[in-house]
């Protein structure tokens, strides 16, 4: 897995250095002050991620296209991280977040040179120039514009629905993670492959589940993860006051909870009480039920890819990236 991962992930880095020199050229025309979206937006970009969505693009891509090489979908696939570029701005501005991937939220650096309302309002113009950067990688093709259109609507329905902290977390992971993280960029691929309409059937039944337990092994992540792994503090998902499926689950455990909110919401909730927060979610069982979820949402794509019309080549790629998914925080 290593070795495509690896290849992708090296073509994705190129492909960005190169848009993001032609884009500096282009908006400093426009205004020399434009440095400062340009240099936000890019400084976030590059400072790296897993780039795991060109990989699932590109699976996706090789399973219905067997011969096709990563040059045919590189804009596709660096679009994918300038979108997400674009999302992480505004959700680390609507969360709080003052950081990412190991270092500032773009509004938390902007805050660096300006005063904060004014280094806020500049973040969300930096998420919204990312917006229309990645759609001129992702091209004018009309299947290609259909897929990013309905991936964009979900992540931002899902967003809200997060915001509202609504009991259907099922129903938000679907929308806000499964949507651009999984199902867009499998659809991305078998779109840029010219799959059938069986293919595309096939591998948006492997996707749906994969992409919810993605989120729900991103909320393990959140409360348990190491931080030198997640690039976030620990607990910070709990201090952040986000109502995840280990939330959730504590919350139908019938548990005392009173651990868990004298951390839930507090940005600066010390090490002993977060530490007993966590406890409690062990405790209660809510940690052992996510995880549980997470394995039958695994079994259920496997068993879709399984039967799934695809090359063998690809399916191969894709039931690596799934097996990548089954690792917990420990």
């Known amino acids: 897995m290593e070795g495509w991962t690896s290849e992708v992930s090296a073509g994705v880095e190129r492909r960005l250095s190169a848009f993001f020199d032609e884009e500096r050229a282009r908006v400093t025309q426009l205004a020399p002050q434009a440095e400062v979206l340009h240099g936000a937006i890019a400084a976030l970009t590059m400072r790296g991620g897993k780039r795991l969505r060109p990989a699932v693009l590109y699976a996706a891509y090789r399973a219905v296209r067997p011969d096709g090489g990563f040059g045919e979908v590189a804009d596709a696939c660096a679009g994918l991280e300038v979108l997400q570029t674009y999302l992480l701005i505004h959700d680390d501005w609507m969360d709080g977040d003052e950081t990412r991937r190991g270092g500032p939220s773009v509004h938390a650096a902007l805050r660096d040179r300006f005063d904060p309302a004014l280094a806020d309002r500049l973040a969300i113009l930096a998420g919204n120039l990312a917006c229309a950067w990645s759609w001129r990688l992702f091209g004018a093709g009309e299947a290609v514009r259909d ?184």
């Open 147 to 330: 897929v990013v259109l309905r991936m964009h609507e979900e992540v931002l329905v899902g967003q809200q629905l997060d915001l509202m902290a609504v009991e259907d977390v099922s129903r938000m992971h679907r929308l806000k993670t499964g949507s651009y993280t999984l199902r867009g960029p499998i659809a991305l691929g078998a779109v840029l492959g010219g799959a059938s309409a069986a293919q595309r059937e096939a591998l948006d039944a492997f996707a749906a589940p994969l992409g919810e337990a993605f989120q729900l092994r991103d909320d393990l992540l959140g409360t348990f993860g190491d931080p030198r792994d997640t690039g976030k503090s620990a607990g910070n998902d709990l201090c952040a006051g986000k109502r995840t499926a280990l939330v959730l689950a504590a919350e139908r455990s019938g548990a005392d909870l009173r651990e868990l909110r004298a951390v839930f919401g507090v940005l600066d909730a010390p090490a002993p009480a977060i530490a007993a927060a966590r406890a409690l979610l062990e405790r209660s069982g809510a940690r052992r039920a996510v995880e549980t979820r997470l394995d039958a949402l695994l079994a259920e794509a496997d068993a879709a890819l399984a039967r799934a019309p695809l090359a063998e080549s690809g399916r191969a790629m894709l039931a690596e990236l799934a097996a990548r998914l089954a690792h917990r925080a420990h």
